[in-house]
């Protein structure tokens, strides 16, 4: 057995190796079985790997230690809270009476109270728990979770967005409060600065340490952009041609004119609205988030498709097709703006 095993198995939960900390916790427990520190450090280690009843087990058993009794608590809200957010808020409540000056304790419980909806009593504690921070690691949890709690609250929205800012101010590379940030200036309307933080995350970080909503964003709202300017480029395109193009040139001319200045437009377009793709992070996030949105491949599909159609007219005259294109194109700009609602912030 190493000399310091409890140390070891915490360099092991750094490192994000829960399974090397279980073996060498359990090396221990298996001589000292009541060992406080080692059930206490295994029911972290458990939550960890996703045994949320074996977590709750050892928690309860290092909550016997009055020495540990204050952590196992804020624990055992962290993990009962998703089976019973009651027992939770007990727990919480608990961790905060034994504890009251630890900032991560007021801070689980002010999301167990975001989580009730009980949101002045959330807002109060997570300002308790940015006053009691001790470090900037601690003030960065406590402005995401304020900020969490204001996010869901329209009025408070503006509030969301400063406390991401001044956390983003802090750590700007950490993804979480990149989400943080993004969430807030979404719902409070700051649509190309939120893709503009999804952006900057996704070129920072590698993919499997970015939280999927940032993904979410940079690629929804890519595409709102790109289709709502082929949009507008097919509604215009009829009016140019058949008011303009076809009195000088006459139909069979005027309308190849006018499709070739839309096909020329929507390339431009998309070649220009796609550019960050050209970043290996944003793309591979990309890519990735496409699989779970159909209405973003429809959406791309369109935008081809709609360029398509303007080189066939390019090429054969056939200018019943110009009318056709911005009806597709505002069909499925509808679709997508609906989907856009859709995105859930994430809960921090």
């Not at 196992?72 to 019973?84: H, P």
């Not at 002010?110 to 504690?125: G, V, Y």
């Not at 300002?127 to 709690?149: K, P, Q, Y």
């Not at 001319?253 to 050209?278: D, E, K, Q, Y």
Request: glycine share 6%.
């Amino acid at each position: 057995m190493a000399s310091d095993p409890l140390g070891q198995a915490r360099r092991y939960l750094l490192l994000g190796e829960p399974q090397k900390a279980r073996l060498m916790l359990e090396l221990v427990l298996s001589e000292h079985p009541d060992h406080g520190p080692a059930l206490l450090l295994m029911a972290i280690t458990r939550t960890e790997i996703g045994d949320a009843e074996g977590a709750e087990r050892d928690a309860r058993l290092a909550f016997a230690h009055p020495e540990l009794r204050a952590d196992a608590a804020s624990l055992l809200a962290r993990i009962t809270m998703a089976r019973d957010s009651t027992e939770a808020l007990g727990w919480a409540s608990e961790a905060v009476r034994l504890d009251p000056g630890r900032s991560e304790f007021r801070l689980v419980l002010a999301r167990i109270l975001r989580e009730r909806r009980q949101f002045d009593a959330a807002r109060r504690e997570a300002e308790a728990g940015l006053t009691t921070a001790a470090g900037e690691d601690e003030r960065v949890e406590a402005l995401v979770t304020a900020s969490s709690i204001a996010l869901q609250q329209v009025p408070r929205r503006e509030e969301a967005v400063r406390l991401a800012e001044e956390a983003a101010r802090i750590d700007p590379t950490n993804p979480s409060v990149g989400q943080m940030l993004a969430a807030a200036q979404m719902a409070s309307g700051r649509r190309t600065q939120a893709i503009v933080t999804a952006r900057r995350i996704l070129s920072e970080n590698p993919v499997a340490r970015v939280p999927p909503y940032l993904a979410q964003v940079a690629t929804a709202l890519l595409v709102r952009f790109l289709i709502g300017l082929v949009t507008l480029v097919s509604v215009v395109t009829p009016l140019l041609t058949f008011a303009m193009f076809a009195q000088i040139y006459g139909m069979p001319v005027g309308s190849r004119v006018g499709a070739a200045v839309a096909f020329g437009s929507v390339c431009v377009i998309c070649v220009g609205v796609l550019s960050p793709l050209r970043d290996p992070g944003v793309s591979r996030a990309v890519r990735l988030f496409l699989r779970q949105r159909p209405i973003e491949v429809v959406a791309l599909v369109t935008a081809g498709v709609i360029a398509l159609g303007y080189l066939v007219v390019i090429v054969t005259g056939f200018f019943p097709l110009i009318p056709l294109m911005p009806l597709l194109a505002l069909a499925v700009w509808t679709v997508h703006e609906v989907k856009l609602t859709q995105l859930r912030p994430p809960v921090s």
